[in-house]
């Protein structure tokens, strides 16, 4: 059973550009959840995908957007990137409704300059 | 929305001893209650987990216990060894409720264990 896959695992932008970010769920898990980590702190909820619909959303503005995909693989994109977005960006899958946990990837880390 | 206080923010112990984590939440809706552990350049990944129909779970040295009345969730580590070392976190959400399953977490614990 594979986990849950990233990528980039690095990625360096100039403030005001575009990043799309990917994610493969664990087998079987058909929601996909982001989270934002920036430096010694918590992660943050973005938002969650379940069928390829969005289902919640935390605090971030519409710049952060995403996308799920049949094969519940999913996207973050970053529309008009600022210095704050630097961080650590994890993707989270689970069967719906968090049953049995949440599985992390490794994350990507993103430097905007 | 949900609030997550974590104490302490670092901790060390000596090998062998037990080590405690604790934590509040401020959401009385929430039910779940996760810990995770996250090693330098790695994901978090779920250690113990406890819902509200439940005080108290142990997984062999890892324990967690919940307090609904307080509204706090402790971890405990028993006989620490060297690869305990890492940052803690602990989350909460008001799943299995659909729509609701967001994880709030606790701002971590760094977790040292001196050999």
């Known amino acids: 059973e594979t986990g849950v896959t990233q990528s980039p695992t690095h990625l360096i932008k100039t403030r005001g550009q575009q990043v799309t970010l990917r994610c493969s769920s664990q087998s079987g898990h058909n929601t996909v959840s982001w989270y934002q980590q920036a430096l010694g702190q918590g992660p943050q909820f973005i938002f969650q995908?379940?069928?390829?619909?969005?289902?919640g959303r935390g605090n971030f503005p519409p710049r952060f957007s995403g996308l799920q995909f049949p094969n519940y693989s999913s996207e973050l994109n970053v529309n008009a990137l600022e210095l704050d977005d630097s961080a650590l960006y994890l993707c989270?899958?689970?069967?719906?409704?968090?049953?049995?946990?949440?599985?992390f990837g490794s994350g990507t880390r993103l430097t905007v300059v | 929305g949900e609030n997550v206080e974590q104490h302490p923010s670092t901790l060390s112990v000596q090998e062998g001893d037990s080590a405690v984590i604790k934590c509040t939440y401020s959401d009385s809706a929430s039910n779940y209650f996760p810990w995770y552990k996250q090693e330098l350049g790695k994901g978090p990944q779920l250690i113990i987990d406890i819902r509200s129909n439940v005080g108290e779970k142990k997984d062999q040295r890892i324990a967690v216990t919940l307090n609904k009345t307080a509204k706090h969730f402790s971890l405990h580590i028993t006989e620490t060894q060297p690869e305990d070392s890492a940052v803690y976190f602990c989350?909460?959400?008001?799943?299995?409720?659909?729509?609701?399953?967001?994880?709030?977490f606790g701002t971590g614990t760094r977790l040292t264990i001196i050999p």
């Open positions: 989270a899958s689970s069967l719906p409704q968090g049953k049995y946990g949440y599985t």
């Open positions: 989350a909460a959400s008001k799943g299995p409720n659909f729509g609701n399953e967001k994880l709030t």
């Open positions: 995908y379940y069928r390829e619909e969005e289902n």
